[in-house]
């Protein structure tokens, strides 16, 4: 969790430092805008806190309702004026910070699911920090994955295997 934290922190600071032009403008992810990057962060956050939730009640939740569902959120947030953006990605990652704590209690299930990858539950937290320096790396500023800590980079690596193997 520190570590999310440092991540999660350093993030936020790039987020907060980029200017409506700057935030209009594309990321390394297709399609999208930096704007979308930070809201997919802001949705995400309070997605994977499903997941948290299955591993602790062991009743089944999906993180997003549908991918419609989760592109609709994704496009709301990036529509929103900057400080709104700004503000829910820091609410987003502060929730999940908390929510994630009741990962250290007892679990009621092993492992969750998302998007057909196989999580063990207490490597949620590891899922979202896997999140959060993969797109600082995609909003494409002077922010490098270099500059991330090297478990943060094996947890990136660790997700970017997980999605191989259930995309086969």
């Not at 956050?45 to 569902?69: F, H, I, K, N």
Request: hydrophobic share 40%.
């Amino acid at each position: 969790l520190s570590r999310l934290e440092r991540e999660t922190d350093s993030f936020l600071a790039t987020v907060e430092s980029l200017s409506d032009e700057e935030l209009a403008a594309p990321s390394l992810c297709g399609g999208w805008t930096r704007a979308h990057v930070v809201a997919h962060l802001a949705s995400n956050g309070r997605a994977l806190v499903r997941l948290v939730d299955w591993a602790v009640t062991g009743e089944e939740q999906r993180p997003y309702a549908s991918p419609e569902a989760r592109n609709r959120e994704i496009d709301e947030y990036a529509a929103l004026p900057r400080e709104e953006l700004v503000r829910r990605a820091r609410e987003s990652a502060a929730y999940f910070a908390e929510q994630s704590r009741r990962l250290g209690g007892e679990l009621a299930v092993e492992e969750v699911h998302m998007h057909g990858k196989r999580i063990p539950a207490p490597a949620v937290v590891a899922l979202r920090n896997s999140e959060i320096v993969v797109h600082h790396h995609d909003l494409d500023t002077d922010w490098t994955l270099e500059r991330a800590e090297p478990d943060s980079l094996v947890d990136a690596l660790e997700a970017a295997v997980r999605t191989m193997r259930a995309k086969d």
